[in-house]
């Protein structure tokens, strides 16, 4: 196992690569991997200042692109299951996905639920544009807030 992770760390050691690596992290978390990226997005501020805006506009393509895949899985999904019986909670959060519609996926960035909501968004086949700009919208935000917030709390980590 070392073969393979030792690279893969050293390859995605923050000062070296900073924004490849973040993007990388930011990608694969908005998947339906449990994984973090705002760890990385405040790690990689806090040790080259400089790259706030870089890093959060990649953290937010990346993360973004993520959540896209994600709900193409979702798409693709819907293709292959049949119908099966929901229970009424189901049917209930169905339906006010539906009422919603692309708008929902402003809510991608919460965390346990947002990337679910991607594939959900896919299976229920709402428009993918809209749902990629809304998806870029709560995760811009998310990141901006978040990291302007760490680095008010702790300005001398």
């Known amino acids: 196992m070392d073969a393979w992770l030792d690279p893969l760390l050293?390859?995605?050691a923050l000062p070296k690569h900073g924004l490849s690596s973040l993007f990388v992290v930011s990608f694969v978390s908005a998947t339906l991997?449990?994984?973090g990226s705002e760890p990385a997005v405040f790690g990689l501020i806090?040790?080259?200042p400089?790259?706030?805006w870089p890093a959060v506009?990649?953290?937010t393509v990346g993360n973004t692109l993520g959540g896209a895949v994600t709900w193409w899985m979702g798409l693709a999904s819907h293709k292959v299951v049949d119908r099966y019986q929901h229970s009424a909670h189901h049917l209930r959060a169905l339906d006010w996905l539906q009422r919603l519609g692309?708008?929902?996926c402003l809510l991608a960035w919460l965390p346990l639920v947002g990337d679910p909501l991607c594939a959900v968004a896919g299976w229920l086949k709402l428009p993918f544009w809209p749902c990629l700009v809304y998806m870029a919208i709560g995760k811009f935000a998310r990141y901006l807030t978040m990291t302007a917030a760490l680095l008010g709390l702790w300005p001398s980590l």
Do not use: D, E, I, R
Request: net charge positive.
């Open 33 to 35: 991997l449990p994984m």
């Open 50 to 52: 400089h790259l706030f």
């Open 10 to 12: 050293n390859w995605l």
């Open 46 to 48: 806090k040790l080259s």
């Open 57 to 59: 506009w990649v953290a």
């Open 102 to 104: 692309p708008k929902a």
